[in-house]
């Protein structure tokens, strides 16, 4: 047995280093980013590019934040707001016409859109979390799976959007901006807490999820006015 | 009643429109107002535009449309009787977007590689304003053929053009496009646009062109191999009819394109009797002729003698020859051929008239004397041949006999030496042919002579055995061993040969004298001059001068056949009428050198 097991040893140390080095060179070329555009440096996407990967995120987001509301809609009449905020961003000035959202600037959009998204982070996982709660299982399963993957992407487009503005900084695009957010609006309790306290039920999902949909109109239009003042191509 | 708001749009997400539907009033007038609030706020604020979007609507322009914004609207409808509220809605403007239809649709038939295709282009609708990103349109558009129902929609994305391909050439087509906001309401359809499309050959006519050349020249292929093949083909499809064949003829006989042959095949259509019984009609014309075998003396058939036309009157009863066919030598050729058929039979000549002929030859008994006319030739002695004729009588005769008979006479042909034979039409019964057989079967194998030879005598034998054979027939029939004795010169410059017979040597009272001598003279053939050519016998005369060829002398035993004997080349003719030469009877033997006055036995 002592003699099989020293022959053996050099042969697994040889396959380990075959098995490693073949690895490395497939990794090594899974490891080499795709470039649609086929530029020489491809590890660098340019700014249109983000643009576009930031957009298409957007509007995914904006799908699924209509489906998830479409189906409140159904089971529960909404709530009267008259009289007060229905949504905890009502304190983010975003421009509701067009022409505010053109004279705003390149930079405070960007803010705008960076404020919106990262209210919305914590919210979401609440939301999810409390939907995966919910006695109703297979009925919130396929919502909580929903919640999940929008807490995903708002996460995602949070930073794809950082990366756009710093790259628009970086190219002159915009000079005045500041990625630090003040911490006023990051409170993760006072987000959900405007719901409700404590737990969540369903109806304070409809509301939430309300207000979402809005949210993420709001991103998803102010990216492409963003995109399309910056970039005027035929896409806008 | 209270009124309803049916709906509210923004066709550009800047402005928009919301009309209700009045309830019942009653007949009584009534007015409606419009009031909304706005993001819960408290503050009511009331239609700012009831007319400019039409009865029963209310219109807010820019100024009072706020995007992301809830509007709690209601509509309160008032008459005599009091006023009715509608039940409140919630409208956002963002969420209500429904465009215009798209403008300037333009549909262009265009062409790729010959084929033709629709590029459909249009535009946004002219509020909407997507330069700037504030809303973002997909279009989508359907096709259809004139005059049927069905529509092929067609998604176009945020593209403002769109191709159509696969469409049929010469048809007219309806085009359609509508927009829609990623989110939102889809515009109506654009009014539709007519295209026609033109007939496109191009395509189709190229391929046309390609099929027809390429049929056309399967079958100029085709065409030609028939044209080679047409002859096969013609077989194949029409076989010849079988042409009447007659038997026992001979078609080589037209294809080496003798006359004289030909003609003697036309002649003797009935020629080999098939029946033994015309034989013995035969018989009895017949001469016997015995020639010994000994005496292998090559008779040249003379033409003349052979194919003599003339009937001659043969008077087979008496042991003589008294047929003065001056073709005696050809009848003695014939009768020879018939000996050497009658010898030949033994050995298994398969054609039973050869027995016939056989006794024919038997009741041969007299030889004419040659006729001046075969001084030209010489005659020849057929026992030689007939020695040799068993031999020769193979098979292979068997399929000619009946054409040998009819063309040959007087054979000899092989025994002629080259050249020496001459061809002379003497009449219609003359078988050129034979000699020109002769001549022509000369490089052939012997054989094929001799069968000829046989041929010939049995011609010969039939062809008296009709009545109309020439005298050339009339020969006497010779056994192997047959002499011809030359008995006198009748006054016709006949020399009038004697066949001698051992067996029937008592017919002749001359046999005896004839018999003496081992060495008889043997008719070589009859000179120019008429002379009689004598070949003196061979045993004792090889170093004669008479004898012309040490060849012809070995040629007299049987081998006389091998052809190309020139047994009478160089000799010595004897004038046969009326000369009187000195004739050296003691031994029998008859100078060629002299004149035949026949050493009468």
Not at chain 1, 180 to 209: C, M, T, W
């Amino acid at each position: 047995m002592r003699k099989m097991q020293k022959v053996k040893s050099p042969f697994i140390a040889w396959f380990a280093v075959i098995a490693l080095m073949y690895l490395k060179y497939s990794v090594m070329a899974d490891a080499a980013p795709i470039c649609s555009y086929g530029q020489a440096t491809c590890h660098v996407p340019s700014l249109a590019d983000l643009f576009d990967r930031v957009i298409q995120q957007s509007s995914r987001m904006h799908g699924i934040s209509t489906d998830l509301h479409s189906e409140f809609d159904h089971y529960l009449p909404s709530k009267n707001f008259i009289g007060k905020q229905r949504c905890h961003t009502y304190a983010i000035l975003t421009p509701d016409d067009k022409e505010k959202a053109q004279r705003l600037g390149r930079e405070q959009l960007t803010e705008v859109i960076l404020r919106l998204l990262m209210a919305w982070g914590d919210p979401l996982s609440q939301l999810h979390w409390s939907m995966s709660q919910d006695q109703n299982q297979d009925f919130n399963q396929y919502r909580s799976n929903k919640a999940l993957e929008i807490s995903d992407i708002v996460r995602e487009l949070k930073d794809g959007v950082i990366k756009v503005a710093e790259r628009m900084k970086r190219l002159g695009l915009n000079g005045n901006f500041v990625s630090y957010i003040s911490p006023e609006n990051v409170d993760p309790f006072s987000a959900i807490s405007f719901y409700k306290r404590g737990e969540l039920n369903s109806v304070d999902h409809q509301d939430l999820l309300y207000c979402f949909r809005r949210d993420s109109h709001k991103v998803k239009t102010y990216l492409r006015i963003l995109k399309c003042s910056t970039f005027p191509t035929l896409d806008c | 009643d209270k009124p309803k708001l049916t709906s509210c749009r923004s066709p550009e997400k800047e402005t928009f429109t919301c009309w209700w539907q009045p309830g019942h009033d009653g007949g009584l007038p009534t007015t409606y107002a419009l009031y909304y609030l706005k993001d819960n706020s408290d503050t009511i604020y009331e239609c700012p535009d009831y007319h400019t979007a039409g009865e029963n609507s209310c219109f807010f322009n820019k100024n009072d449309t706020s995007v992301w914004v809830n509007y709690n609207i209601t509509v309160v409808a008032t008459n005599a009787l009091g006023s009715n509220f509608s039940d409140p809605e919630d409208v956002d403007v963002a969420y209500i977007v429904q465009p215009h239809t798209p403008e300037n649709v333009t549909v262009n038939v265009m062409e790729d590689k010959g084929w033709p295709f629709l590029r459909v282009s249009w535009e946004s609708p002219h509020k909407a304003d997507i330069r700037s990103g504030w809303i973002t349109l997909i279009y989508e558009l359907r096709v259809k053929l004139e005059g049927e129902e069905e529509w092929e929609e067609h998604h176009a994305g945020q593209q403002k053009m769109f191709n159509i391909f696969s469409i049929r050439s010469g048809s007219t087509y309806l085009v359609q496009v509508r927009c829609k906001p990623d989110h939102g309401f889809w515009s109506e359809w654009s009014s539709t646009t007519y295209v026609k499309v033109p007939e496109y050959f191009f395509r189709e006519r190229s391929l046309w062109i390609l099929v027809m050349i390429f049929s056309s020249f399967t079958l100029i292929i085709l065409l030609w191999i028939v044209h080679m093949n047409s002859h096969s083909l013609k077989h194949c499809l029409l076989p010849p009819v079988p042409g009447p064949k007659i038997k026992g003829f001979d078609q080589q006989i037209f294809k080496n394109g003798r006359s004289d042959e030909i003609l003697s095949a036309l002649m003797v259509p009935n020629f080999p009797p098939t029946k033994s019984s015309n034989y013995e009609d035969l018989l009895v014309e017949y001469l016997e002729v015995y020639v010994s075998e000994e005496q292998e003396l090559i008779l040249e058939e003379s033409k003349d003698s052979c194919l003599k036309s003339d009937s001659s009157t043969c008077d087979s009863d008496s042991g003589r020859g008294s047929c003065d066919s001056h073709t005696l030598l050809t009848d003695k050729c014939g009768e020879a051929k018939r000996e050497r058929r009658a010898s030949g039979e033994d050995s298994g000549m398969t054609i039973e008239s050869q027995k016939g002929w056989e006794e024919e030859a038997l009741s041969y008994t007299q030889e004419d004397v040659a006729t001046p006319d075969v001084s030209s030739r010489r005659v020849k002695t057929w026992p030689s041949v007939f020695s040799t004729v068993p031999q020769y009588t193979t098979s292979p005769l068997d399929q000619k006999t009946s054409l040998e008979l009819s063309k040959q006479h007087c054979l000899s042909d092989t025994l002629f030496p080259p050249g020496s034979s001459t061809k002379e039409v003497l009449g219609p019964n003359y078988w050129e042919f034979d000699l020109s057989n002769k001549q022509s079967h000369l490089p052939q194998p012997q054989t094929h002579g001799s069968q000829q030879l046989q041929a010939h005598s049995d011609v010969n034998i039939s062809y008296t055995g009709n009545k109309q054979v020439p005298a050339l027939l009339q020969l006497p029939g010779f056994k192997s061993t047959e002499y011809v004795e030359v008995q006198k010169v009748n006054q016709e410059d006949m020399v009038i040969l004697q066949p001698v017979e051992s067996d029937n040597c008592g017919r002749d009272e001359e046999c005896p004298h004839v018999l003496q001598g081992e060495d008889y003279s043997k008719v070589k053939g009859v000179g120019s001059d008429n002379l009689l050519l004598l070949q003196s016998g061979v045993k004792a005369r090889m170093g004669d001068e008479m004898e012309a060829n040490g060849v012809s002398e070995s040629c007299y035993t049987s081998s006389s056949f091998a052809t190309t004997q020139k047994h009478i080349d160089s000799m010595h003719s004897a004038t046969i009428p009326g000369q009187e030469e000195p004739i050296r009877a003691t031994t029998g033997y008859v100078d060629t050198t002299t004149m035949f006055t026949l050493p009468m036995y």
